[in-house]
């Protein structure tokens, strides 16, 4: 027996979500600093684009209420969450504030940089591309770091980790 084939669209929408969520991505949570304070956001959007010059991309939907901040933020920090982060990753999928309940700092350009991540690329905006119903931001790096340990993943709506080699 076959597996069901159909196209996407509106009437397939839980089924197409359901077949991507089938791949399992790498967490991030990113950052950026508002008139209003600091704000972030989960994302497994996320891909490096080119090693030269250095790019990132990153794609907030559109029908997030944080979506105009980070579409004009000139500086933002992208996160990757080690396997111990849930309860951040969680959080920030929820709710963009609460930067008080984690431990954190400002980068020379005022964004907050999250501690304990398994990797962080800080950036400067180099680009906003139409992506349907998100937007896709490319970020130049201008700094990142990364440590050893084990990722956190999602994949079929969960959390979970990487039972593999570091």
Sequence with gaps: MSDPVFTP???TARAFRDALGCFATGVTVVTTQTADGPLGITANSFASLSLDPPLVLWAPARASRRHEAFTRA???AIHVMAGDQ???ARHFATSGDGFE???WSASPEGVPILSGCLARFECERAALHDGGDH?????????AAHR???????????YGGFSGLD
Excluded at 135 to 143: L, P, Y
Excluded at 148 to 158: D, M, S, Y
């Design 9 to 11: 669209g509106p009437d």
């Design 74 to 76: 000139r500086h933002f």
């Design 86 to 88: 849930h309860a951040l």
């Design 101 to 103: 309940a984690f431990d």
């Design 135 to 143: 937007t896709i931001v490319v970020g130049r790096v201008i700094r």
């Design 148 to 158: 050893p340990g084990q990722g956190l993943i999602f994949k079929r709506g969960q």
